[in-house]
């Protein structure tokens, strides 16, 4: 028994050198486990830091795609657009109303009082895929079943700008050709265009390049006739080739100087050779005209000319334009016809007239005080000489000049008044019953566009 006391010391100390190996070997085998779950557990975790950049990114593609399919609505004080929001879409409906009233004092001849709608229009216009622009606009007045342009088709035209500033247009629209031609009628200081318009070729088919700089604009294109025009029952249609070409040394907001140049030349349709001038005055209410030439057969080409110049200090401007047009014909004498005219305005509240460079033109006013807002609009006194000569040689078209003078009342940027008082100073026209008729007209609008 004593023997066995004494061993049990000995028998504790093999124990211990024996168990020593195994718990260090149990030891290495959890710190192995333990690392292995660490590493799993991190593997893991970059898996699911993965899927969810990849999840954010799907919602954040998919809110873009949402955000452009989107339509956003702005306007400017006059109009309303719709526009996708990426600004590859874009729709503005637009139109336009001119209510006319005419009161002559006639002279030689009756004019005949009246009123009119001078224009009732609807348009649309915008853009599909950034770089096509586009435009329809339809006239729906027929105040003069004379005039062959009355109603219809004005606007009709695709235009490409992918090549920016230069732009490709094609379509019915108007031709680079007069200040106050390719100025917009809702814009024009009077109610109507001076005498000189009859040689502004208007709007007919065709195609154009434009391009402009900061101060600068140049245009110029090829046309044939208007949509109505019958080309079959007039044979091969003629063809009319214009230019114009602006620059303004100095230009901002209410001091501007422009300058201006156009040039034109018309080979009409190959069948008849036939072209007529003749001009109302100045009053769209009455379908006497106190100068005409005629009908002059057998044309074989017209050249015309312009001249512009404009300026602008504050509440003041002054506009005036020549226009020199030739009738080269075949078998008689040429003719040499022209026009011009020189208008002032003022604007007594002080506002100024916007002028658009990358178009060589003056844009609608925008009233300091707009009225219904505790504005009062802008009132504009403006006065106008205007003279057209059709006489040459033979040819006794007549020669007329007139005196305008005009008061407009800006209620809003898209709703004027309008009056004007018209007076014939002198009509030169040998040989005809018009000759020395002097009659005078008061004539006024009420206007909206939009």
């Known amino acids: 028994m004593k023997a066995f006391t004494h061993a049990l010391p ?12 195994v718990a260090t070997q149990a030891a290495a085998d959890v710190n192995t486990s333990l690392e292995q779950r660490v590493e799993q557990l991190d593997q893991e975790l970059r898996v699911l ?11 954040d593609k998919q809110a873009l795609a949402d955000q452009q399919k ?3 609505v702005t306007h400017n004080g006059r109009s309303v657009k719709l526009a996708s929001n990426d600004g590859s879409f874009e729709f503005k409906p637009g139109g336009r109303v001119q209510v006319d009233y005419a009161h002559y004092d006639a002279d030689k001849q009756q004019l005949g009082d009246g009123t009119a709608i001078r224009r009732a229009r609807l348009s649309a216009e915008g853009k599909v895929f950034r770089v096509w622009d586009y ?34 247009t094609v379509g019915n629209f108007k031709e680079p050709f007069s200040f106050e031609q390719v100025s917009s009628d809702s814009a024009l200081t009077f109610l109507e265009r001076s005498l000189i318009d009859v040689f502004a070729p208007s709007r007919h088919i065709g195609a154009a390049v434009q391009t402009s700089g900061a101060n600068w604009s140049l245009a110029g294109g090829v046309f044939g006739e208007r949509p109505e025009d019958d080309a079959a029952a007039e044979g091969d249609e003629g063809y ?8 303004a040394p100095f230009w901002d907001t209410g001091r501007v100087l422009h300058l201006g140049a156009a040039v034109r030349r018309l080979d009409p349709d190959d069948s008849t050779n036939e072209l007529r001038w003749r001009a109302r005055p100045e009053s769209n209410i009455t379908d006497v005209r106190l100068v005409d030439t005629g009908v002059l057969t057998g044309t074989d080409h017209v050249d015309s000319y312009g001249l512009e110049a404009a300026g602008e200090w504050g509440p003041w401007s ?12 075949k078998s008689t004498s040429d003719v040499d016809l022209n026009g011009w005219y020189v208008l002032t305005s003022w604007f007594i509240t002080g506002e100024s007239r916007p002028y658009k460079a990358s178009e060589g033109v003056f844009d609608r ?20 000489l205007s003279n057209l000569d059709l006489n040459d040689g033979p040819l006794v078209g007549g020669e007329q000049r007139n005196l305008t003078v005009g008061l407009n009342w800006h209620l809003t940027p898209n709703v004027k008044l309008q009056a004007n008082y018209i007076k014939v100073l002198d009509l030169d026209r040998p040989g005809n019953a018009a000759d020395g008729d002097e009659p005078s ?7 909206v566009d939009f």
């Open 441 to 447: 007209a008061y004539t006024v609008r009420a206007q």
């Open 70 to 72: 989107g339509v956003k």
């Open 49 to 59: 830091r993965r899927q969810l950049e990849i999840d954010r990114e799907e919602r």
């Open 240 to 247: 009319d080739v214009t230019a114009r070409g602006t620059w």
């Open 10 to 21: 000995l028998l504790g100390g093999l124990a211990v050198l024996w168990a020593a190996p």
């Open 135 to 168: 435009k329809v606009e339809y006239e729906f007045s027929s105040s003069n079943a004379s005039d062959s342009a009355a109603r219809g088709i004005r606007d009709a035209y695709l235009r490409y700008t992918g090549f920016a500033p230069l732009t490709i």
């Open 365 to 384: 006013v925008t009233p300091l005080g707009i009225v219904g807002q505790g504005g009062i609009g802008a009132w504009e006194l403006a006065l106008r």
């Open 318 to 329: 002054v506009q005036s334009e020549y226009i020199g047009t030739k009738v080269n014909r």
